[in-house]
């Protein structure tokens, strides 16, 4: 199973997925690639294999991803190896951020392959104001990554669930109960 977790960028989504790999035995995160810098708080674990520029599209021309996506000035992309990974292992369950494009793409690749959950997760602008402004970024850099939150919640219609992550234990708990449900479901 996989699930992927979509939202406005500091709505919190690495939180809650951290969160969710402490409590849940058989979750597995699903790293991608990105040329993005890493963050301290990355640096014992991070969601993604950081790779320079030079190298993702060394590895695009090698037809190596899966799917590849600019976003916010940096690239992005799934490997084919590390989708095959997931697929080879359906009693686990893998979990990815990823963004509204990305969602749509594993979502209908999923179709015939596995069970697949899409989870958006939102709050309010000036709470994800508040949060990027937190971890650090500039009025400038949080106010671009902002500028992409109409685009993003267009997109709510494609996904199983939409959260508001306010409270990151009742989130996790909603969660949890519609990974359950999916589960079932199978």
Same mark, same amino acid.
């Given at each position: 199973?996989?699930?992927?977790?979509?939202?406005?960028?500091? &709505?919190?989504?690495?939180? &809650?997925?951290?969160? @969710? %790999?402490?409590?849940?035995?058989? !979750?597995?995160?699903?790293?991608?690639?990105?040329?993005?810098? $890493?963050?301290?708080?990355?640096?014992? +674990?991070?969601?993604?294999? #950081?790779?320079?520029?030079?190298? #993702?599209?060394?590895?695009?021309?090698?037809?190596? /991803? +899966? =799917?590849?996506?600019? &976003?916010?000035?940096?690239?992005?992309?799934?490997?084919?190896?590390?989708?095959?990974?997931? @697929?080879?292992?359906?009693? @686990? =369950?893998?979990?990815?951020?990823?963004? &509204? #494009?990305?969602?749509?793409?594993?979502?209908? /690749?999923? $179709?015939?392959?596995?069970?697949?959950?899409?989870? /958006?997760? *939102?709050?309010? *602008?000036?709470?994800?104001?508040?949060? !990027?402004?937190?971890?650090?970024?500039? =009025?400038?850099?949080?106010? #671009?990554? @902002?500028?992409?939150? $109409?685009? =993003?919640?267009?997109?709510?219609?494609?996904?199983?669930?939409?959260?508001?992550?306010?409270?990151?234990?009742?989130?996790? !708990?909603?969660?949890?109960? %519609?990974?359950?449900?999916?589960? $079932?479901?199978?």
């Amino acid at each position: 199973m996989i699930i992927l977790i979509s939202g406005v960028s500091g &709505v919190g989504k690495n939180t &809650v997925i951290n969160r @969710l %790999l402490e409590v849940r035995a058989n !979750l597995r995160y699903f790293r991608s690639c990105t040329t993005r810098e $890493k963050r301290a708080s990355e640096e014992v +674990f991070s969601p993604y294999i #950081f790779l320079s520029e030079k190298e #993702f599209l060394e590895k695009e021309k090698n037809g190596e /991803f +899966f =799917e590849v996506q600019q &976003v916010h000035g940096t690239y992005r992309g799934i490997l084919k190896s590390s989708l095959d990974e997931v @697929l080879a292992n359906p009693q @686990l =369950e893998y979990i990815k951020d990823i963004d &509204v #494009f990305g969602n749509l793409r594993i979502k209908n /690749f999923m $179709k015939d392959k596995g069970e697949c959950l899409s989870i /958006f997760l *939102d709050a309010p *602008d000036e709470t994800i104001l508040q949060r !990027l402004l937190g971890r650090g970024e500039s =009025e400038e850099s949080a106010a #671009f990554r @902002l500028s992409r939150s $109409k685009l =993003e919640r267009e997109h709510l219609g494609e996904y199983d669930a939409v959260i508001e992550n306010d409270d990151l234990e009742k989130t996790v !708990l909603k969660i949890n109960g %519609l990974i359950d449900a999916a589960k $079932k479901k199978k």
